[in-house]
């Protein structure tokens, strides 16, 4: 029997997206596309949805969660901008009706893998840089993926590596720095969302890499959490936890 | 106090880079320097030795392994050829002495965290390849560490890739294949050593790679299995053990 | 005073992808989107066009050019197909009314660099592989552009690098020939279009690498020939002539 | 006959790389290894030497050019740090002699080219930042081959790109800025010399990479000085005047 799915920002680029990624999988049945315009407590009853997938905006995406919880519907947040504070009223409410959730700032399976693996290396590599490339578009430097891998380095790194006497003859050519960890951000027409994380060793670099063409990149890791999320008796962070 | 270390095999290249290593870390003590004439079993007991690193040839490893053993010294073999029955009788004779050594076919930590990410990623991501570039004095292709990331892929992936009807217009164009991972050995002057192991997703790519510039890359590891070796209670194989 | 020009096989994607940057840009007028089923002598005429882009297909291209030039239109032929001696016929027709054209087979403009860059380079660094990189869905191997580069490769280098006595310890490991350049296709769900020329020295490579990620990139390639045609007296081959 | 050649400079590292690769060549006879206390003036006339290598220092480079023109034969000066004002006064005394000489600021071949591409591919896509990549011994940021890039991208590059509205959330971000061209510098243990110079484009890239692996990738073009210099009539600056 297939999983009955609402997603909500149906409008938006990445509810479209959403809504062609579910129509295209037999898994899962879409049973309305809904927007700030709709009573979503009702049409969660009315469809009898068991997910619903939050797409909207920074804004409303609290109110949006509390009522999926309420409502007795399995959330799938991919909309940003949740305080840790909400999370965690969230993650109370869930927990008060023995409801499984998920929240999910990067659904990109390549991202999720890139940043675990950083984690790791930095335990036993802690010489490391980030370089972030993205198209000119974006008009905020760093990422918020490389400041998350670099507070990702810094929860496993167990030493700073040796600081150098470096001298700048322009300003800012080391880039960034956050917990130690020098970030680059690239922007340029052609590029789309690329990463590299480069640790440096004895007579060695390991390199962890990650390309993005295109936001349907996204839809196998918000497909797999639409899937998972009925098995979880909690509200999760993050889309890590569904990789084994 | 420090690790008493005999480095066996001291003149080939390993054997040199590992006396300059273990020289200049005060964690070790260079207690002798033995190759093919010395009688290596009355030098372990004459210096008391911790530890026996072994830098020798295919030809001579197992005996190699069985005299140090047998002597109670902590073996670190770093030696390729040992037959995978070789190592079990080993792992056997140093069971019943309850002593703890290691088999290492790549002390690179950076080549071993690719292998460990490539076997993970494989999980998720099972469409991949792998592109092996070394210089061109290296008259083998594929490379033994790029066979050995296909046999890890292959544990770890859960269904093949779509199999594709594709026409090669030139033979060869599209690699050797190991349990249907394609490889391609790039052969070039001014390589040295280097792999990259691509995934491919929804409209994102994941690549992980190891470059690695000079044999000293493998002098961390070595020390790292020489410095943890004595805290085993068995015959180990592979650096990743030590790489909690 | 704008340049009108005609699409012919405006239904494709080219066509469809011509027909947005065309109508973007103020330098030119569109003034008919033809195809199969059109008269396009007496559109050009009708239309007093100045210029025809011709993306249609091979078993058309040769007729869809004569038309052009004895309408008196400056052909911009980007369909591939055209044979050697088709060519020096149109050339000939061209001639003999002065008349600017230019067949283009590949309108990136990064490609054509690639390309001129590699076909430079061998001149110094003999060695060079190819690396093409593209999505599953392209079934032949290696790239056209791929076997381009090879032959502009040889056009150019003095010698061939030394005959090493390699063994494959598993066949097609180390990829295809062309003109003794090896040439490796990797093809993975996630990627779009990429070439990587690699040059080996001494103690050095060079690399020159083309990311393409989606049609639109072949658009600036395909406006500038339409905007430089009419300064021409012949017909010419390459995108190469408009890069001065 | 082979060219006489004089390293002056022998001790240093360079100076010791140099006379390994002349010794091996056939073409060249190594007649002297000069230094600071050497009589260079009459040592050249005691050898009847073709060719002087001068590998010094920046505080006597100027010195030890003008001996050599002085006593009749070519240098070829690889040392660093002579003034603009100085290579014009060698160039007229040079001129009133008939002699040929060079001074070459990077000998290696392969980041000639790469300055040489990336300065004509400047003009068709004026988007470009450079991302430099050294050991972390290199203590000054960033390097000079990156500085000399953007000067050579800024020669050619006919318009600026679009100025963006960008937000640094951490200052350094977006790197160094050179006549425009933002530049990153990354030092990390493992890294030798490396730069890539990225190009963006409508839906594209170009990369050109160069990566030096160890000093002696300087040889072939220190090598190919001394071959051709004996036929300048005058004093030249740069390799890239040895590279038809």
């Known amino acids: 029997m297939s999983i009955k799915v609402i997603v909500n920002g149906a409008n938006g680029r990445m509810g479209q997206e959403a809504i062609i990624a579910l129509n295209a999988d037999p898994r899962f049945e879409l049973v309305a596309q809904t927007g700030r315009a709709d009573d979503l407590a009702s049409i969660i009853k009315e469809t009898n949805a068991d997910v619903v997938v939050d797409l909207t905006t920074a804004d409303s995406v609290f109110e949006n969660a509390k009522t999926i919880i309420t409502a007795g519907a399995h959330p799938v947040i991919g909309t940003s901008g949740l305080q840790p504070e909400e999370f965690m009223t969230l993650k109370q409410l869930a927990a008060e009706k023995n409801l499984g959730g998920i929240v999910v700032p990067n659904f990109s399976i390549g991202a999720?893998?890139?940043m675990r693996y950083a984690r790791d290396?930095?335990?036993y590599l802690p010489d490391v840089e980030i370089i972030e490339m993205h198209h000119d578009g974006k008009l905020d430097a760093p990422s918020g993926t490389a400041i998350?891998?670099?507070e990702l380095i810094h929860e496993t790194?167990?030493?700073l590596p040796e600081q150098k006497q470096l001298r700048e003859t322009i300003t800012g050519s080391r880039g960034a720095e956050k917990h130690g960890?020098?970030?680059?951000?690239?922007?340029?027409?052609?590029?789309?969302a690329h990463q590299q994380v480069l640790f440096g060793g004895n007579a060695e670099t390991l390199t962890i890499r990650h390309d993005s063409m295109h936001r349907s990149s996204f839809m196998p890791g918000l497909l797999l959490a639409c899937e998972k999320v009925g098995d979880f008796h909690q509200l999760m962070y993050g889309l890590e936890n569904l990789l084994d």
């Open 112 to 114: 999720v893998l890139m």
């Open 121 to 123: 290396a930095a335990k």
């Open 148 to 150: 998350k891998t670099a």
């Open 157 to 159: 790194r167990k030493s």
């Open 181 to 192: 960890v020098h970030i680059h951000a690239v922007r340029l027409p052609g590029l789309v």
